[in-house]
């Protein structure tokens, strides 16, 4: 690329960083050779208002900032004119009052495979003392100790480099932050690529009471007419606190008073970590819990169907909330086509319950772009180099480095941190967005697209005064 050679600043770059375009509707948009055209893109995601939240609604425990909305026109700030020599005091001084969230399938290698110049970009970090984390929508079967382990591998980062360290965020990290009474008094049903695996996850977060389909299918068989896949040859567990299912030959013929005694299986959250792999037998069982009354599973309320209630009715009866970890349609491997994500497997789960209630489901999310998430970072940014006393180091301006326009860089356009600092998205090429002639630019526009991670940072650096060059980073 030849922009390192002239680089504009951020305020030179507000013309391009407008709010998404406003397409014409097209009646042959989604037909079959539009929609194989745009296979390899970011398609939107969209979700009728009041229908998908991201608020913590008091679950959480962390205070959330303001909302930008996309009606205010992104102005990028500028930085002095002066620069500073890159490694050189001042340039380090520089660099505390910045940082960076990095993406990583895609930004910061594809699946198994290498991104070269991922290793020099977080060098070049590491060396300039730039706080970093790293922000990825992944997640489900691993720890972020696990993640960090596998991320550092994947980079090829030797062993004693510390490059990675702690610094790893997953799709479901904030909910570290979940009540602590909810953890240690609720029940959790957890599903994922691996169940087993995302419950002792949700161990280490401090939930006490969490079951999976192989609890409930080794407790009653029948709730799932087919031979199951025991994923991994997980065991189920006994239910917590010795409790049962609810079973009657009518479930809307349950005794209120008996459930509250204590003795039945009451679920009071649903959290899909990733996509399962069996999307048959957890549509069937996260379709009953949210059909029952109050959670019990074996029910069914008696509100279903209600017309004069919000929603006609369904999940209005104190059902448990559904949380999934990330909206990802689509991500990155190193296979050449697209793979679909744990967004696939909610928007299919979406079109079954639309179709069997005849209304939208309602749930939370996590993982970028959702503020939660964001929030959660920004926070564990302003502590990466707190003071020993644990005071929070204020930040002027974060660079979110990312591949896929509904995540990375939405995300970074809506958030907006009460403190005032800035996220700017950058967007790389390596990833999730490829041009086409069906998306010549991504709907979420960012402040830049480069062609990959160590471009990102350079011209990062260099918008914030400091001299730097991919040639001199290639060749120390």
Not at 441 to 447: I, K, V
Request: glycine share 8%.
């Amino acid at each position: 690329m030849t922009f390192l050679g002239a680089l504009p600043r951020c305020g030179a770059i507000a013309r391009a960083a407008r709010q998404p375009a406003r397409r014409a509707y097209d009646s042959t948009r989604n037909c079959a050779p539009c929609a194989a055209r745009r296979f390899g893109t970011t398609p939107a995601v969209r979700f009728l208002k009041g229908t998908a939240s991201d608020s913590p609604d008091g679950d959480l425990e962390l205070n959330f900032a303001k909302r930008r909305t996309l009606d205010e026109q992104p102005v990028w700030p500028v930085t002095s004119s002066s620069t500073a020599s890159p490694f050189s005091q001042e340039a380090k001084k520089l660099a505390r009052s910045f940082g960076f969230l990095y993406d990583c399938d895609g930004v910061l290698h594809l699946g198994d495979q290498k991104i070269d110049s991922a290793k020099s970009a977080l060098r070049l970090c590491w060396d300039h003392d730039s706080r970093y984390l790293f922000l990825t929508n992944g997640g489900g079967n691993t720890t972020e100790e696990q993640k960090a382990a596998s991320l550092k591998k994947k980079v090829g980062i030797d062993g004693v480099d510390d490059l990675i360290g702690d610094r790893v965020i997953q799709s479901h990290t904030p909910l570290r932050k979940f009540r602590t009474q909810a953890k240690e008094d609720q029940t959790i049903y957890i599903t994922s690529l691996d169940p087993e695996r995302a419950r002792e996850i949700a161990h280490s977060y401090g939930f006490k009471n969490v079951i999976t389909s192989t609890d409930l299918l080794e407790q009653y068989e029948h709730i799932y007419p087919f031979t199951p896949k025991h994923i991994f040859n997980s065991k189920g567990r006994a239910l917590p606190n010795g409790t049962k299912l609810w079973r009657g030959k009518d479930a809307m013929a349950y005794d209120a008073a008996e459930l509250k005694s204590g003795n039945y299986l009451k679920i009071d959250h649903v959290f899909i970590f990733n996509d399962p792999r069996d999307w048959s037998l957890e549509t069937q069982i996260i379709h009953d819990i949210l059909a029952s009354h109050q959670g019990y599973l074996g029910t069914l309320s008696h509100k279903n169907g209600d017309q004069s209630l919000e929603n006609g009715g369904w999940q209005q009866d104190g059902q448990p909330k559904v949380w999934i970890s990330n909206l990802d349609l689509l991500w990155k491997t190193e296979h050449p086509i697209n793979r679909f994500g744990t967004g696939a497997f909610l928007h299919a789960f979406r079109g079954v319950w639309k179709e069997s209630t005849g209304h939208e489901l309602l749930f939370k999310y996590m993982g970028k772009p959702s503020r939660i998430t964001y929030e959660y970072a920004h926070d564990s940014l302003l502590r990466a180099n707190g003071a020993a006393d644990g005071r929070a180091e204020p930040l002027r301006r974060v660079y979110m480095i990312g591949d896929n326009p509904e995540s990375d860089v939405r995300g970074a356009l809506e958030f907006q941190p009460e403190d005032g600092t800035e996220y700017v998205p950058i967007l790389v090429k390596t990833g999730v967005w490829r041009q086409t002639e069906a998306e010549r630019q991504p709907r979420w526009q960012p402040a830049v697209i480069v062609d990959d991670v160590l471009d990102a940072v350079v011209w990062a650096m260099r918008n914030e005064g400091i001299d730097v060059t991919r040639e001199a980073v290639e060749n120390m």
